[in-house]
C-alpha cells in the first residue's frame, strides 16, 4: 500500500475555492488511478472524482461537475482537487485514494482533510 497525504483543506465561504493535494510516492501516479473521495457527518464516503493512471481519463460525481477538476503532476508525485463555487454541501472530509490499474476496489488511503464551506 502506497502512503498518500493530503493537504489543502480549511475554511471557506460559500462561493470561495480550494485547491486539495494528494502527494504519493511517484511509482504510484505512474501505475495507479487516483481519485478524492468524501465523507460528510453521517453520511456514507462517496466518489468525487477520479483521474486514470496516464491522466487521460476523468470521472466526476455529477454534484461537483463544471466545479471541481482533478489532476495529476508526476513530475510533483501529486495530485490535486481544484474546487471552485464551493456550496455549504460540499463540508466534508476528503480522502486521497489510489487503485492498481484494473482492480475494482482503492487499497491505498489518506488520512483525509477537512473541507468546511461556511453559507
Known amino acids: 500500500q502506497a502512503q498518500l497525504v493530503e493537504s489543502g483543506g480549511g475554511l471557506v465561504q460559500a462561493g470561495g475555492s480550494l485547491r486539495l493535494s494528494c502527494a504519493a510516492p511517484r511509482r504510484t501516479l505512474d501505475m495507479y488511478d487516483m481519485a478524492w473521495f468524501r465523507q460528510a457527518p453521517g453520511q456514507e464516503r462517496e466518489l468525487v472524482a477520479v483521474i486514470s493512471q496516464n491522466g487521460y481519463t476523468t470521472h466526476y460525481n455529477d454534484a461537483v461537475k463544471g466545479r471541481f477538476t482533478i489532476s495529476k503532476d508526476n513530475r510533483r508525485s501529486s495530485t490535486y482537487l481544484q474546487m471552485n463555487s464551493l456550496k455549504p454541501e460540499d463540508t466534508a472530509v476528503y480522502y486521497c485514494?489510489?487503485?492498481?490499474?484494473?482492480?475494482?476496489?482503492?487499497?491505498?488511503w489518506g488520512q483525509g482533510t477537512q473541507v468546511t464551506v461556511s453559507s
Open positions: 485514494a489510489a487503485r492498481a490499474r484494473g482492480a475494482t476496489t482503492y487499497s491505498s
